[in-house]
């Protein structure tokens, strides 16, 4: 087998892989985000998502999906909540908050100290035992068999299951809250989003 020839046949299994994990995630989704799902409609302030590394970087994206759907929400790095941003956290705020492991520990400190202030919390994790949804008051499991790449090391299921989730709740949100198309392009004046939705 050529060099070329293994390398795609590593993308296909990736590919493959991933697909699998989240025909798998949807058999068990009623189930698996309907306590996080009931806590963000009764959040009376924005929904703050924090994590670490990549799972930080998909929680931006999962806050920016909401933010532009109708759910307020925010990006807040763990570490750097550590470090005074938690200060932009609010008592109505509802924190999700993730790590692959559930031992994370600046996501775990900044969880603890949200629940300290009577923050609800929601953890997206693999292990529904950790110290992390030990903590939180709603868990979304995000476990899969195996990370998509060779070494079965690199956040790769676990991190497309993470957005999954993250759009799925972005959906049902906007269709218990009756976003509409006009809304959405008063959201995004510019670019084509908002050409298409306010011709």
Known sequence: M????KALAAAGVAL???????NSFAQTF????KPALE???ECKGSVVVT????SGLVGAKMAATLSSTGTPAFFLHAADALHGDSG??????????ISNSGETAEVIAITRMAKSWGNKVIAMTKDVTSTLAKTADATISIACEREADPLNLAPTTSTTLTI???DALASALMAHRGFTSEKFGQFHPGGALGQATNK
Request: without cysteine; proline residues 0%.
């Open 2 to 5: 050529s060099d070329l020839s």
């Open 16 to 22: 493959q892989t991933e697909a699998a994990a989240l």
């Open 30 to 33: 009623a189930t698996n985000l």
């Open 39 to 41: 806590l963000i409609i």
């Open 51 to 54: 994590g670490l590394g990549k």
């Open 88 to 97: 932009s956290l609010n008592a109505a705020d509802v924190l999700i908050a």
């Open 164 to 166: 999954a989730a993250g």
